[in-house]
């Protein structure tokens, strides 16, 4: 071999640059890879809530219009039908179906749309507002001002002046439900809507 010959020998690996060019495109990766599974996570999160919500309320005024059909005299004799306005309406049914007739009231505080259920106690019998018990059906109400309830007579005309529940025969709901106000989509409406049976200008 000849003194003059150069042994030239390739080292395999990366240079610091490439080294450094490579750490910066995978952290670009990995962050736009992340960032795509947050942006699906939460708009596949809020989707779950809003179902979750639409079907809370949903089984609430399915209850709710079971109950206000069923809505008959109470154990001490009262009219089925305690108060009514828009945004809430109390009445007397048999809703666990044992012969004792609870004092019903839905109503809308804020946000929520809850139940309250009142057992008869004592002798004679009372409805003690103290032990009302109380469960939200939806926390996502979105009415604000907007009536949740609306009243017709026996001829089908809705009525302005509630001053005299006697005159009522039908109560219709309409419920706005949203997790997310702000967000699309805008508020899911449940409506329904009740005969009141029991009443005697119904028979």
Known sequence: MSKNTKIIVKKDGFTLIETVITIAIFSLVMVLISSSILYFYRAHNYTIDQSFAIESARRGIETMVREIREATYSDTGAYPLVSADWQSFSFYSDVDKDSNVEKIRYFLDGTSFKRGSIKATGSPLVYNIDDEDVA????????????????????????????????????????????????????????????????????
């Open 136 to 203: 939200i059906l939806s926390d996502n109400a979105r009415n604000g001002i907007e009536p949740i309830f609306h009243y017709y007579d026996q001829n089908g005309v809705e009525l302005l002046d509630l001053s005299n529940v006697t005159n009522i025969a039908l109560v219709s709901v309409s419920l706005m439900v949203n997790v997310t106000p702000s967000r699309a989509p805008d508020e899911f409406i449940l409506r329904s809507s009740a005969n009141l049976r029991n009443l005697k200008m119904n028979l």
